[in-house]
């Protein structure tokens, strides 16, 4: 991806408009995200694969209102998320995501090996794995794991995996619900589709560094993500 945070760069350059930043819209989110970069193809064969929920410690995972960017609604059992194109008027909170439309689990985790299930109910670009706790909530994000972001999902009328490079998943159909696989000692995060369907894909050697690792969430436009049972 080829974009990355605004810094000021001398006294001559002022810090971006954060209330421009603020209103950048879904749609040029997802270009961002959906167009930049030259992709790699995932075959059949190579490390994508059908495979059946793997075994792991269920975690009961609810979402983080003050993390939520302004467009997100968070449902009251704090188990969905849904996006709107009326931003809410939110009280600061540096948590916050101030840009993209994103949020983040309520726990987060530092050891074990854990699972959840998301399902899709609505939309066509969105995206869930996990992300570190030192991941910014300021400015324009990197999907990408050097970022602190492992996760897969519907772009730009694709699914990806958002590795170095992205990586198009080759699927059919439009799986409905996906169950995310933290292993933090084994230092992977993998993707189990329920239908048996893909996107099935494993982020190997993950670099956690010590941090607490929360489930991620982007939800774009007209998308909504609620977590399973």
């Known amino acids: 991806l080829g974009w990355g945070r605004h810094e000021r760069k001398g006294r001559g350059q002022q810090e971006p408009n954060r209330k421009i930043l603020r209103h950048l819209s879904s749609r040029t989110q ?9 992709e790699k193809k995932l075959w059949w064969g190579d490390a ?20 939520a960017h302004a467009s997100l609604v968070v449902s009251r059992d704090r188990r969905g998320v849904r996006w709107t194109d009326a931003e809410q008027d ?3 909170d540096p948590r916050r995501f101030d840009v993209f439309c994103c949020v983040l689990g309520h726990r987060g985790f530092n050891a074990g090996r854990h699972s959840w299930e998301v ?5 066509g670009t969105w995206a869930l794995g996990v992300a570190r706790n ?13 970022e602190g972001i492992w996760a897969v999902g519907r772009c730009g009328n694709r699914y990806r995996a ?8 080759p699927t059919s159909g439009n799986p409905r619900r996906i169950q995310v696989v933290l ?3 084994g230092e992977q995060v993998a993707f189990y589709s329920a239908e048996q369907l893909p996107p099935v894909f494993t982020f190997q050697k993950a670099c956690f560094g010590g ?6 969430f982007w939800v774009g436009r007209g998308s909504h993500l609620r977590l399973c049972p």
Do not use: K, M, N
């Open 30 to 38: 997802e270009r961002q995200i959906c167009g930049a970069g030259a």
């Open 48 to 67: 994508f694969f059908y495979h059946p929920f793997s075994p792991s410690q269920a975690a009961f995972v609810t979402l983080d209102p003050d993390t």
């Open 90 to 92: 939110l009280p600061p």
């Open 119 to 123: 399902e899709v109910v609505a939309g």
């Open 134 to 146: 030192s991941l910014s909530r300021r400015g324009c994000l990197e999907f990408r794991p050097e």
């Open 162 to 169: 958002f590795a170095s490079p992205p990586t198009t998943l």
């Open 183 to 185: 292993d933090y000692e």
């Open 211 to 216: 941090e607490s690792i929360f489930p991620f």
